[in-house]
Structures are given as structure tokens and as C-alpha cells.
């Protein structure tokens, strides 16, 4: 696979002062590296490491991933609309795992 | 014993009844089942959809090719499968790899493996709301009444059949669970058990592993058979795949 899917969910369009939900959603199996497979060999551990998020070029959400989260993981958090720009994502893990997604948010 | 006999013959539910699995989710459970937006499969029919529109590698015409847009054409195909297509019974993912290796000259997709689990979920996907088939060609009977004795068909160490649990148990409790009518109206779906999208056949293996059976072969015709019947048993009930279950 080139790019694991992401999904991306922002609404289109917000009043400046707003709170916007933003949803990202990414496929990864998530794998910590402790599970063994039916043979009894242990499964090479696969995990994303961490997930940022920038509106127009500056951070406003990070996150460090660790063992205990499940596959497919959803980061959901707020933010206060005050101008329209893009948002950028960015998954980064093992196996020089990396994934990028975009989504605008207009702000009226 | 002649009374317990017969009430033990039409222990199968009353269609008034029937419901789907997804009324013994858990408000956030079903949360995530009815919002896109939340739902892990709905990575799987992104995939899906690219799978539908991509040619493969060797030039092949790509699904939508033939069948055009699946929101028009497969927008109810989910809801007759499994079928027979020459003289196989087969079920959608079988479907799906019939039209791979011979109008796209690849190989099959293992059972269970990404792109076909993602393919299969797109097409499902479109008969989304649609009533399942009622099965009643006079082709299927054979298989349908084979699928039946399967059902009914006591197995494994435990030596439990089908029937036992879910047509005359269900609603009451398995470990903890509430034990379901077990109604394949959201496959393939997304179970959290599983990290993953899974087809019903990887289901029914699931139980069979349960009652400590030998389980049959994904793709088998007795899990296909088995997969045929439960269908035609929720007949009528509307598709929600791909559903999420815990």
C-alpha cells in the first residue's frame, strides 16, 4: 500500500470563535511487538509514534502513541476557529511509517 | 418427550422477531457504527473504492470498466449472495475473485485478505438499507436445505450446533454476552475483537473454534452453504454493512 487510508473529518465551514471538532482517522494495525501469531513466533512490533496536526504551518495538537492504543487509532480534539487556512496531519512510526493528510477549514 | 420433540423442531424464530445484531450494541459502539466519520471501516470502503476504479497491474479493465458506477449497479447485488454461478455456489468475496482471475487475468485474492475484505465491503456497502433476498430460486434449494442441517447440526467437543445457542437461546447470556440471533446482516464488518474488517465466514470459524470443532475451510461449501442459509433465515431484514460489532 503507498499511503495508509486516512479520514479526515472537519466541518466545512465555521463562525470565527467557534469550537471545531476535528476527527482523524488513519488505518494501522498498531502491533506492540508482545503478541504472538498461531506458530507461537512473536509479531514484529509496528506501531505509529506519533501524530501531529498543524493549522496554517503551526502545531496546535501533538500526540505520542504508545503500546495500549488499539488498531486504527481516531484522534479527535477541538479547536477555536479564527481564521480559514489548511490543516495538516501527520502520522509518523515504525519502519519509517509516514502518512500525511489535508483538510480547509473556512472561517467566516 | 413427544411435546419437548416438536416444540424443538420449530424452535426457528418468528419473522416478527428477528432483529440485527446491532440493538445489543452499547451506545458508544453504535455511535461509532452510524458515523462515517468514526466508523474504522470506512477506511476499508476508501480502499474499496480505489480497488473498484484502479485497473490492475497487467491492463486489465478495472471493475468499474464493466460494471460503471457501484452506486448504481451493486446498489442491491449484496443482497443476493451467496448464488450460484455456474455450478458453484458462490458468495460475494467468491463473486469477486471469479471476476478477478478470469476478465482480469490476476490471481485470486487470499480469503480474508485486504483488498478482497475491502472490495467486498464497497460492494456490500451499496445495498446498504436494502432488504436481503428471499432466496427463493428453486436452484438454491439444495444447498439452502444443506445449510440448514449444518445449522442444526450439533458439533465439536462441546457438541453444541448452531440452532442451540442462537435460535433457541438468544437474548440470554454466553459469559457475560448476551447471546445474539446471529443475523449476517452487517458483513463484512469491523470487529473490535478482530482490530479489523472480517467476512462472516471468518465468523462462523470464530464459533466453531468455540465449540471446539475442527471449523471448515474459508471458502468451503459447507461454510458457504452455512453463510446461504443464515442469509435466507433474515430475509427481508435490511443490509447495514459494514455494521461494527464488539
Same mark, same amino acid.
Given at each position: ?6 479520514? !479526515? ?16 482517522? !488513519? +488505518? ?10 498461531? @506458530? ?7 506501531? !505509529? ?6 493549522? %496554517? ?6 500526540? /505520542? ?44 | ?33 452510524? /458515523? ?34 457501484? +452506486? ?18 458462490? %458468495?460475494?468475496?467468491? +463473486?469477486? @475473485? ?35 433476498? /428471499? ?32 435460535? +433457541? ?78
Amino acid at each position: 500500500m503507498a499511503q495508509a487510508r486516512t479520514l !479526515i473529518t472537519v466541518p466545512a465551514q465555521a463562525k470565527r470563535g467557534e469550537l471545531v471538532l476535528v476527527r482523524a482517522l !488513519i +488505518q494501522h494495525p498498531m502491533e506492540n511487538g508482545f503478541r504472538h501469531d498461531e @506458530n507461537g513466533r512473536r509479531i514484529a512490533r509496528d506501531m !505509529i509514534q506519533s501524530f501531529r496536526c498543524s493549522f %496554517n504551518g503551526k502545531e496546535v495538537f501533538r500526540a /505520542d502513541l504508545q503500546g495500549g492504543i488499539a488498531a486504527n487509532p481516531l484522534m479527535q480534539f477541538t479547536l477555536l476557529a479564527q481564521e480559514s487556512g489548511t490543516l495538516e496531519f501527520l502520522w509518523e512510526g515504525d519502519n519509517n511509517f509516514r502518512a500525511q493528510a489535508k483538510a480547509q477549514l473556512l472561517v467566516t | 418427550m413427544l411435546v419437548a420433540h416438536a416444540l424443538w423442531a420449530q424452535a426457528e424464530i418468528p419473522l416478527d422477531q428477528r432483529q440485527s445484531g446491532s440493538v445489543l450494541l452499547s451506545p458508544s459502539n453504535l455511535a461509532l457504527q452510524n /458515523d462515517p466519520g468514526l466508523h474504522p471501516a470506512s477506511l476499508w470502503l476508501l480502499e474499496g473504492e480505489a480497488l473498484w476504479k484502479t485497473p490492475p497491474s497487467n491492463n486489465a479493465p478495472s471493475c468499474a470498466s464493466c460494471h460503471g458506477d457501484a +452506486q448504481t449497479s451493486m446498489r442491491d447485488v449484496a443482497t443476493r449472495y451467496p448464488r450460484p454461478r455456474g455450478a458453484q455456489l458462490q %458468495n460475494l468475496e467468491g +463473486q469477486i @475473485n471469479q471476476c478477478r482471475v478470469q476478465r482480469q487475468h490476476q490471481p485470486a485474492w487470499p480469503w480474508e485478505s485486504a483488498p478482497l475484505l475491502s472490495v467486498t465491503s464497497w460492494v456490500a456497502h451499496q445495498a446498504k438499507g436494502k432488504a436481503i433476498d /428471499d432466496f427463493a430460486s428453486p436452484h438454491l434449494k439444495a444447498d439452502l436445505a444443506a445449510g440448514r442441517d449444518l445449522f442444526f447440526q450439533r458439533m465439536g467437543q462441546i457438541n453444541l450446533s448452531c440452532a442451540q445457542c442462537h435460535d +433457541q437461546r438468544w437474548g440470554q447470556k454466553l459469559a457475560g454476552v448476551v447471546i445474539p440471533q446471529a443475523h449476517p446482516t452487517g458483513y463484512p464488518l469491523y470487529r473490535l475483537e478482530w482490530q479489523g474488517v472480517g467476512s462472516l465466514q471468518r465468523r462462523l470459524r470464530n464459533c466453531m473454534n468455540a465449540v471446539r470443532a475442527e471449523p471448515y475451510a474459508l471458502g468451503s461449501l459447507e461454510l458457504t452453504r452455512l453463510e446461504l442459509y443464515l442469509m435466507w433465515r433474515a430475509r427481508g431484514m435490511p443490509l447495514e454493512a459494514p455494521a461494527l460489532r464488539p
